[in-house]
């Protein structure tokens, strides 16, 4: 174990993943001589040379689909979006492309690649730079999503999404590169697709998350056990596949629960999880299933309307209180 | 302004059926004068007024049958004093109404409450699976949750622990029975009355819920139907029934044998009744009624037969109020005027005991030198509670009706 930030533990992961297999490689903007704009490719391309750490022109379409190409020829491309807000001009080649060949080609032709990059709401970045996609992503049949809350999770589903024969979406967020966590230096820990993790257990209602909002409802979680409520917190660390089974273990024991995610309330990832949880746990529900999320405006810029549109740990206690009335 | 509510009437009385308005709107009431017809389990009664002045409101509508306590009309001071239109005097207590039954359109209470529209319980998903793991009515349970007055687990957990601090010493009503209409052959439906309601769902409780086992005595009747005669002759203008001699040697076997004049409280607890009140059943066209006669412990063969004689004319003229048909400690069933031998009848909750009379016939005995005689014999069947009377207990109290009955001098002691 070593103490180290999210961004380091994301930098290690590539790193021992491209000592392992010399088919992975990475490229994107500004990821080799400015080493990256949030300093995650740090140090890469002087250690594994330009042809392994690729920097490349303004054009997410097209690293979108050299990454997607190279990914069909049998390579293992780790393809960093600035944002994940950029990667909206690459919708056609990750949804069109890179999650369908593998079908469309009866399983012939298989697509390795990771698109990674910071995701999520927050730093004053305004309407088009913050912003929580995921849903979009999740919607795609073809495609993996995950987004990790911790530094151990980091590296770990990191290294398992590098070696996944499918193409993943892999969102970090900028809010967390700095926060630092213990993770394991072992080079063949992974932590594999699926396998949500509760990181605090309860009894009284369930507070379902994945990034940043992990952390908003473990604060939330103290809180309420200052108030008498015993909460639960699951961290889902993929949204594709998503790992019902832990979520319904946990409903079936608290009878209630929160959905909580940054993105806009409207068709957001909490709202399958909630209709999946009314599905498949209806008879052990005490309260309605609420869910949590930012309001469905674009990000203001002005930092008193940008924190009344992103959902904090004051929103997730309301929403158990009210469950647990 | 007065309120008019469904009276109690009666001992497990929880609910009314208006079968009649006497007033209307506008009519002056005197107190103690009926306002309306109101039909319960067990009988149809007029409801006085309790309170003088003029209707001013009709609340519930003929036919209609609502809850104890709930507001059926309005009472004025005066023939066109306005009803109040407050909160606390909506008819929220109202039944369900019999099906096919028009109902008035009531207003209904606008605060939060769990009970919606149609009578619609909101509960959430696990409180209906633990009431049906409990047995617990949600319709019954008073919600907490959700600032909405909504039935959550909490609510029935703690209906259900009230119920076993508590417990209720009759059994909550056997679930609703799915209707066979479609797999009978074809006939015309009709719906029950109220009272043969009654009759089923009383008789089902008693056969589900109270282990019977019977005993069955013969009795040599000669002396007691000779004594009958001598009696009928001297006491001029009264008649004194077989029955009669029956109930007088019931009652003074429950004197000696207390453990029969008893009723299951709970689980843990026997309750002996302080009087011994003994139910005649009768049956009517419309059905079986079983009027009591109260306090027979002290009461002489004569003043038993007047008291039966008197209850039996109110049954016949329908008179019959819910009082005259509570507080029965001890039932006697005879359908040996029909001819019947013997029979077993079935105990009327809460009571322990009911004793089946048959007829009292001629037979070819053995004497007591041995040789065939024939002799009136008349055969009584006791069904009894185990849960309160054991086999010994229930057979020394027929040995001392048996005794009283063949030395019958003893009833008119």
């Known amino acids: ?325 | 302004m007065f309120e008019i509510r469904m009276p109690k009437m009666g001992d497990g009385m929880t609910e009314g059926t208006l079968r009649r308005w006497l007033k209307q709107v506008g009519d002056a009431v005197k107190v103690e004068e009926p306002i309306a017809e109101i039909q319960t389990d067990k009988a149809d009664v007029e409801m006085p007024a309790e309170d003088a002045g003029y209707i001013v409101q009709i609340v519930a509508a003929e036919g209609e049958t609502v809850a104890v306590g709930a507001v059926i009309a309005y009472l004025g001071a005066t023939a066109d004093e306005k009803p109040v239109a407050s909160a606390a005097a909506q008819p929220a207590a109202r039944a369900a109404a019999p099906a096919g039954t028009a109902r008035a359109t009531a207003p209904t209470a606008s605060a939060p409450t769990a009970q919606a529209a149609g009578g619609r319980v909101k509960s959430s998903p696990l409180a209906r699976k633990k009431a049906g793991e409990l047995g617990v009515d949600i319709s019954a349970v008073t919600g907490t949750g959700g600032g909405v007055g909504r039935v959550v687990a909490r609510d029935v957990e703690a209906a259900a622990a009230a119920r076993t601090a508590a417990p209720v010493a009759a059994p909550s009503a056997p679930a609703r029975q799915p209707s066979r209409a479609g797999e009978l052959p074809p006939g015309r439906d009709e719906s029950l009355s109220r009272m043969r309601k009654a009759i089923a769902r009383r008789t089902t409780e008693s056969k589900q819920t109270i282990p019977h086992f019977y005993l069955v005595m013969p009795i040599d009747m000669d002396a007691a139907l000779d004594l009958l005669v001598s009696l009928n002759a001297q006491w001029q203008g009264e008649k004194i029934t077989v029955n009669d001699l029956v109930i007088k040697a019931c009652v003074m076997a429950l004197v000696r044998h207390p453990g029969v004049n008893c009723a299951v409280v709970d689980d843990d607890t026997v309750r002996f009744f302080d009087s011994i009140n003994v139910g005649i059943a009768v049956g009517t066209d419309d059905g079986l009624r079983i009027p009591i006669l109260l306090d027979l412990g002290r009461k002489t063969l004569r003043e038993i037969s007047q008291a039966a004689r008197a209850m039996a004319g109110k049954t016949r003229n329908g008179e019959l109020t819910p009082q005259d048909m509570s507080s029965g400690t001890f039932t006697v069933s005879n359908l040996g005027m029909f001819g019947i031998e013997e029979f077993s009848a079935i105990i009327s909750p809460p009571q322990s005991a009911i004793l089946a009379v048959g007829a009292a016939a001629p037979e070819v005995t053995v004497g007591a030198d041995g040789a065939f005689v024939a002799r009136r014999r008349m055969r009584v069947t006791l069904s009894c509670d185990h849960r309160t009377v054991d086999g010994v207990l229930g057979a020394r109290f027929l040995q001392e009706i048996k005794g009283m009955l063949e030395s019958p001098l003893n009833l008119l002691a």
Not at chain 1, 11 to 31: N, W
Not at chain 1, 156 to 165: F, H, S, T, V
């Open chain 1, 1 to 325: 174990m070593a103490l180290m930030r999210y961004a380091e533990a994301l930098r290690l992961a590539m790193a021992e993943e491209m000592e392992r297999d010399p088919s992975v490689f990475i490229c994107g903007e500004e990821v080799g001589q400015y080493q990256g704009t949030f300093r995650v490719t740090e140090g890469l391309m002087q250690r594994f040379g330009r042809d392994r750490v690729v920097d490349t022109p303004i054009s997410e379409i097209g690293i979108a689909g050299m990454a997607t190409g190279a990914a069909m020829a049998g390579l293992r491309p780790i393809a960093e979006f600035m944002t994940w807000s950029f990667a909206l001009s690459a919708m056609d080649q990750i949804v069109n492309h890179a999650a369908k060949i593998t079908y469309m080609s009866g399983g012939r032709i298989q697509c390795p690649v990771v698109f990674r990059g910071p995701a999520g709401t927050g730093n004053q970045l305004s309407a088009q730079h913050s912003q929580s996609l995921e849903a979009w992503f999740m919607h795609v049949p073809g495609l993996k999503v995950a987004m990790p809350a911790t530094a151990a999770d980091a590296k770990g589903l990191l290294k398992y999404a590098i070696r996944d024969p499918n193409p993943v979406i892999f969102m970090e967020h900028a809010g967390l590169y700095s926060q630092r966590g213990e993770v394991p230096e072992d080079p063949d820990f992974v932590i594999p697709f699926g396998q949500a993790a509760i990181v605090r257990e309860g009894t009284d209602v369930t507070l379902v998350a994945y990034s940043h909002m992990v952390s908003t409802c473990l604060k939330a979680a103290v809180s309420l056990h200052d108030m008498g409520i015993s909460a639960e917190v699951i961290d889902l660390r993929t949204l594709t596949p998503l790992d019902m089974d832990t979520v319904l273990a946990s409903v079936a024991k608290t009878h209630r629960a929160v959905v909580t995610q940054e993105e806009w309330l409207n068709v957001g990832a909490a709202a399958e999880i909630a209709a999946r949880i009314g599905e498949m746990g209806f008879d052990d529900l005490d309260a309605p299933v609420l869910r949590v999320g930012g309001a469905d405006v674009p990000m203001p810029y002005a930092k008193k309307l940008e924190s009344a549109a992103i959902p904090n740990e004051q929103d997730v206690i309301a929403a158990a209180l009210r469950v647990t009335d």
